[in-house]
């Protein structure tokens, strides 16, 4: 089956899947990612692993333009409002769940594979994981947002608490993996270079999308009386452009596509008309697309060999982040919906921990405990990209939002 057959496929097995489970009462989202896995290599075979291969790119479009609807919906006058709230509930849940984690995975290591592995490999791997349980698939959010037009203090919670939780899901992952490396005895780096190196991928990242956001603004007020299809254009354009120079720099492109997405919907004066022209034209494309693929991705194989290990991340990590949530709630006095439900729209999994993951594989010091590593990671997103998006309808529906 050539390139092109393959895409059309895809999105048409993809699209059906979706209303079929729109009709089942499910978010749309779960459906496109059985399409996913119903054409998976790993499966049916109906898709050639070579085809899978060369989807990368469009992965990435699809991608950085979620990214920059979702830094399109932190608008400084619901963060002056939440902000303080917000920002103490993301550490909060982020913590929570990367220490839970870190516990629970070294308990079980220790007591079920102490004879393959030494205590600091065995702390090694157990930092790793836990680094990885921190972020949240914010793109599965925004989608069952975005199809049930959720609206209320909850939804705009769980977009809010996503999209930061990214930035200290990196930071977390950073520094647990240089610590991870110390303590496999192949790290030299000071932490003044660690933490050069951090700030220089999300300073770098966010300076990059500051700046692409006032030449957007720029080129949009220059060709104000062009049409909705030039405005999409020119969206597409700088969104692309501001993700491939960002990871040309090195820089973490994701926050370079969400901090554009920041700077339009504060700066740009036709911020409402360019978010609706995406959510009316381009959503659903984009995520038939993404979450087709995810599914495409996902290494099935991986489920059995790591069952244990993916079963007690997944249970330790859906623990912290509801405790996480409840605890910061109570003590900064969040609303109290809030408090009961955003954290079932926290359980997606995907996209940027895989790429974690993938990039934690590659590195050297790693190569003793990479494919483990891998394969309770693709594991658990092949179950969090399933339960996750039922979790998030499920709490926006009680908590009136729907």
Known sequence: ????????????????????????????????????????????????????????????????????????????????ATGRTILLLTLYEALFAFFLVLLCMSVTLYFFMSTLYSLPVILALSLVLASLASPTDPSATLAVIHEYDAKGAVSSSMLEIAAFDDVIGITIFTLASAGAAYLMGE???????????????????????????????????????????SLIVITFGMVLLTYGLSDYFGFEALLATMSLGVIVVN????????????????????????????????????????????????LARAAGKFLGIFAGAVQFKADPKVKRYAAGGLIPQGGIVIGLALLQAKDPAFKDISSLI?????????????????MSRLSLKKAGEI
């Not at 978010?27 to 998976?40: E, F, T, V």
């Not at 333009?65 to 619901?78: A, N």
């Not at 300073?203 to 957007?216: E, K, M, N």
């Not at 911020?271 to 995810?294: G, H, N």
């Open 1 to 80: 089956m050539n390139i092109v057959l393959s895409v059309g496929v895809l999105i048409f097995v993809g699209f059906i899947l979706g209303e079929l489970a729109k009709k089942a009462k499910l978010p749309k989202i779960s459906g496109y990612i059985l399409a996913g896995i119903l054409l998976n290599p790993d499966l049916l075979g109906i898709m050639s692993p070579e085809f899978v291969d060369h989807t990368d790119p469009l992965l990435t479009i699809s991608l950085s333009v979620i990214t920059f609807s979702i830094g399109g919906s932190l608008s400084l006058s619901k963060i002056k």
């Open 187 to 229: 790290s030299s780096a000071t932490f003044v270079q660690i933490v050069t190196g951090l700030g220089k991928g999300i300073g770098g990242a966010v300076l990059l999308g500051g700046l692409g956001g006032l030449l957007f603004n720029f080129l949009v007020k220059l060709f104000r009386k062009e049409s909705d299809g």
């Open 267 to 314: 700066y740009n004066s036709l911020a409402d008309k360019i978010f609706q022209l995406i959510e009316r034209y381009t959503d659903e494309l984009i995520f038939v697309v993404f979450f087709s693929l995810s599914g495409l991705h996902l290494q099935l194989s991986a489920l059995s060999g790591s069952f244990l290990l993916i079963l007690i991340y997944i």
């Open 374 to 390: 891998i394969g309770v990671v693709i594991g658990a997103a092949l179950i969090h990209e399933i339960i996750g998006p039922v």
